[in-house]
C-alpha cells in the first residue's frame, strides 16, 4: 500500500510524531525522515524517491515554519510541487496541514493556481475534528479494520470502490469524500425493509437500544419516513424525527451479488439546498429486517458515521 509523505520542520516534531502515531494507528504507511532514510543513503535521493511515489504528501505549516525559509521542509514542498505539476489530476495528492494559526504560502502550483488554492486542515483548536477530515482526506492510504460492518455485512462504496471502515467504541466510522456513494446491504433479503435514520446529532445512537420496541423510538415511528420514489434520487433528509424507509423495487435495488443497494446523491436539512457536509461528521443508524418488525435487536440495526472529507 503506498504512503503518506510528511514534511515538517524540526520544531514541530512532537505534533508531527502525534499526527504519525494516529495515521499509522488507522493503518497508514507514514514516511517520515528520521525514519525512513537508512544509513549510508543519498538523503536527497530518499526524499525525491519517498514524494514521488507516496499516495499523499502532507506538509504542516506553521509560524515555526514560516521563520524559516531556507529549511529542509522548503525543498521537500519544492519537490512536491515539481511532482504535483507533473500529475494528471491535482485532486487530494498535497494536502496542507496548519498546526497553529498561520499564512499558507501563496506558491504556484500550475494552471493558475497556488498552494492557497488547495484545500487545508486545520489541526487546531480542535485535534481530534481535524484528525478525522486528514483521515477522510487520506482514505486510500488507510488499511480499514473492517471490510464490512460486523452484524449487517454492510459496505459503503464510492467511484467503484470501497470506503474505509474504522471501529470504534459504539459505532463505525465511514470515511467518505463529498460524493455520491452507495450503502450495499448483502444480507437484507427481498421483502425485507431497510430503514435508515440520518442527523447531526450522536444523541440518535442512544435512542436506539437493543430490545427496544420501535414504536419508543422516535426516528422509526411510522408515518415520519421521507424518501425519493425512483431508484436514483438517492436523497438523505435530516430532520427531527424522520427517516427513510426504503422497500424493494424502488429505492432499495438488487444487488447482483445479493442483497440490496442504496444510492445516496445528497444529505440536506428539510428546506436547505442539496449538499454533502464537507468537513461534517453525519452520525446514522441502518436497520434491515421485516416490514412489520416491532424491537430493535442488536443484529438488526448497526450504528455509522459518516465522515466526509
Given amino acids: 500500500m503506498s504512503h503518506i509523505f510528511i514534511s515538517y520542520v524540526r520544531e514541530n516534531s512532537d505534533a508531527v510524531y502525534k499526527l504519525a502515531a494516529s495515521l499509522r494507528a488507522a493503518g497508514a504507511d507514514v514516511w517520515l525522515d528520521r525514519n525512513d532514510i537508512s544509513p549510508g543513503q543519498s538523503w536527497q535521493s530518499a526524499i525525491r524517491e519517498g514524494i514521488q511515489s507516496g499516495a499523499y504528501f502532507i506538509a504542516c505549516f506553521s509560524p515555526e515554519y514560516l521563520a524559516k525559509p ?5 525543498d521537500e514542498i519544492a519537490l512536491a510541487i515539481e511532482s504535483l505539476r507533473a500529475k ?3 485532486r487530494g495528492w498535497f494536502i496542507p496541514v496548519r498546526l497553529a494559526e498561520c499564512t499558507i504560502p501563496d ?3 500550475g494552471d493558475g ?4 488554492s488547495l484545500q487545508w486542515v486545520d489541526l487546531f483548536p480542535d485535534w481530534n475534528y481535524g484528525l478525522r477530515q486528514l483521515k477522510a482526506a487520506c482514505r486510500t492510504a488507510l488499511r480499514s479494520t473492517l471490510l464490512q460492518s460486523p452484524w449487517l455485512g454492510i459496505t459503503f462504496r464510492q ?4 470506503a474505509p471502515l474504522l471501529k470504534e467504541d459504539n459505532s463505525i466510522r465511514v470515511l467518505l469524500q463529498p460524493e455520491p456513494f452507495e450503502i450495499r446491504l448483502p444480507t437484507a433479503k427481498e421483502g425485507d425493509s431497510v430503514r435508515i435514520c440520518a442527523s447531526y446529532d450522536e444523541a440518535i445512537f442512544s435512542q436506539i437500544e437493543h430490545e427496544k420496541p ?3 423510538i422516535p426516528y422509526f415511528a411510522l408515518g415520519t419516513g421521507m424518501a425519493d420514489t425512483s431508484f436514483g434520487g438517492g436523497d438523505i433528509w435530516i430532520q427531527a424525527e424522520a427517516h427513510m424507509h426504503l422497500d424493494w423495487g424502488g429505492r432499495l435495488t438488487e444487488n447482483p451479488k445479493g442483497g440490496g443497494i442504496v444510492l445516496v446523491n445528497a444529505i440536506y436539512e428539510i428546506d436547505a439546498a442539496a449538499i454533502m457536509p464537507r468537513g461534517r ?3 446514522m443508524v441502518i436497520m434491515v429486517g421485516p416490514p412489520d418488525l416491532k424491537t430493535a435487536e442488536n443484529w438488526n440495526f448497526e450504528r455509522f458515521i459518516l465522515s466526509f472529507a
Avoid: R, W
Fill in 113 to 116: 493556481d497556488t498552494l492557497q
Fill in 214 to 216: 420501535l414504536e419508543e
Fill in 88 to 90: 494528471s489530476s491535482h
Fill in 281 to 283: 461528521d453525519v452520525p
Fill in 107 to 109: 506558491e504556484a502550483i
Fill in 159 to 162: 467511484s467503484g470502490e470501497p
Fill in 70 to 74: 531556507g529549511s529542509y521542509m522548503a
